[in-house]
């Protein structure tokens, strides 16, 4: 409440040190006889400071009250929360739609979530085995659960698995669960049992709180509403306001079962998931540690984006495959003799293999993971602005393996004996290397060591990525042509008339212009490849300075677009037509905040 009373009187002095204190309805009058006023006291009617701080604290609740963010990682610092806090609040200032994308792609994983476990459930009783979570699962449950709210903490991960990011080694080690890694424990049928009061007492804020925020907001809107009805003037700071409303209406209703800033996930401690939660590990992104050093050393968009920490690992799994013992002459063979990838079903495999104690997993060969790399294809459905650089780390003598890693290889296979599920559409290739069957697994990023609050492929999702892309540029181009709805509005100056003008038609055309490049992309593979090439720095010096160069022209003017609407909202005030000042009268009927 300080930091809150402190913003408002900041700005109230920036008001009045701008406009004459005694002046009331004082105007000059452009040339259709409009009268244009400065500063307006409150006795006679609302003011310049009423308008300034409803405004304002407005679109504080719509941007401060409705931001939901996920548990916060295991070490992070206050310096760091306030850091986090203070990004996504100039996000919802700036850019409030895609606030609202990432609530959107959050809901619809949770929704999806919620589907899988109740036909986890369902499959569970048609198979007479009852499910070991007896509590109801709401989605309360599956939005903590997509959000980092459980997490493994196991003695016996110490000695399988070592974190170099994790300072403090004397503590059993964390892996956080993501929406998929969720998923996956639910079809073994290891949910845990919590209650929903359990999972809400969490929540910094309950159902009233967030409706008090909405009438708040309903009120703004109203407002508005009316002003338009009596044919008075908005001004620039009430149509961005609105803006704000209309994406914090959209945050509440896809948050709404949301918990508002949980501080600590539920621990999952039970000894029993250690080879569950080995096997999640090796087939996460934090199973394939890169050297930042290393990054740094290869190509320019890749060293960029390793300063930003924006580049995806190569999993565990896509560089071991699993080793049966070599069958005798005439005996069946426990795997196809082909390289074909089984994308179907495992009927041509001998699930055997897994229960014979001389199998085990081993490093893949150069040459099967030189076919692997060939085979790889980006995560089908994702749209081409979610895709970063992956990172391929070279990979050492095959035959030299540490203790920690066969530890956690023996507690791989053991889940799959464990938990025959598991075998599902997780075989991506069989094939034979030196006569020796290979059998390659795919990789999924089950746990992580937090969950982002921007969208990645940690997330659930049933629809295309181009459907994403659409989804989020379509938003930016609404953004857009609401403040261009302010078109005829007036503004101090002409420049500022014309600068609002221009910006709010920027903003919309870049989200039209991600919306044909998405659908060109998704139609043109050689458009798609040739942007896997320049994120990998693999393009000729020039291609990656000219493409690079455009693409931060075009996202800097972007911003300096949204800066200026935000701006030129607030110091628009400066001089607004009296009328912009006269309330409607039916509106004095309702109480309000």
Known sequence: MQARFTLFSCLFILCRADFDLNTNLTADSIPNGTQLVGYVQDPNGRGTATLVLSSLLTLILCVWSALHLNVPRRDQTRLQEFCLNVRWIFTGIYAPELVVFTAWRQWCSARLLQQLIEQSFRDSESTSQPAKCPTQWTMAHSFFACTGGFAFELASLDSVMFNPADPVIDRPQRLTLTARGMAVLAKCGQLPSIRKEEIEDKSKANDLAKATVIIQATWMLIQVIGRLASRLPVTPLEINVVAHVLCAFLMYLFWW?????????????????????????????????????????????????????????????????????????????????????????????????????????????????????????????????????????????????????????????????????????????????????????????????????????????????????????????????????????????????????????????????????????????????????????????????????????????????????????????????????????????????
């Open 257 to 593: 079962n949301k918990l508002l800033l949980p501080n600590e996930p539920i621990i999952l401690d039970a000894e029993e998931l250690a080879p569950l939660a080995a096997f999640m590990y090796s087939s996460s992104e934090m199973s394939g540690y890169v050297n930042p050093e290393q990054v740094k050393s290869q190509t320019i968009i890749k060293t960029l984006l390793a300063h930003l920490n924006l580049y995806s690992k190569t999993p565990e799994f896509e560089t071991i495959c699993l080793r049966p013992k070599v069958t005798e002459a005439g005996d069946k063979p426990s795997v196809l003799s082909t390289s074909t990838p089984i994308t179907r079903g495992i009927p041509e495999i001998d699930l055997g293999i897994f229960q014979d104690p001389t199998s085990h997993f081993h490093r893949a060969p150069q040459t099967c993971f030189s076919e692997l790399q060939a085979r790889r294809e980006k995560e089908q459905g994702t749209a081409f602005f979610e895709r970063r650089p992956r990172i391929v780390v070279e990979q050492g003598d095959s035959d030299h393996l540490s203790i920690i890693d066969m530890n956690r290889w023996s507690l791989v296979k053991k889940a799959f004996q464990s938990f025959p599920v598991l075998y599902e559409d997780r075989i991506s290739m069989s094939h034979h290397v030196d006569g020796t069957p290979c059998i390659h697994f795919k990789a999924e990023q089950l746990v992580a060591d937090y969950v982002q609050n921007w969208p990645s492929n940690d997330l659930l999702r049933n629809v295309d990525g181009l459907v994403v892309g659409m989804v989020l540029w379509l938003a930016n181009l609404c953004y857009g042509g609401i403040h261009a709805a302010g078109w005829n509005e007036h503004f101090p100056t002409t420049v500022e008339t014309w600068f609002w003008r221009a910006s709010a038609l920027y903003i919309g055309f870049c989200g039209g212009l991600w919306v044909v490049l998405n659908f060109a992309v998704a139609r043109i593979p050689a458009l798609n490849e040739f942007w896997d090439h320049w994120m990998d720095g693999e393009k000729t010096w020039w291609q990656n300075l000219g493409l690079g160069a455009l693409v931060f022209l075009c996202g800097f003017s972007l911003i300096l677009a949204r800066m200026f609407i935000v701006v030129e909202a607030v110091i628009s005030i400066r001089e607004l037509p009296a009328l912009a000042y006269q309330t409607p009268e039916w509106t004095d009927l309702f109480p309000h905040f």
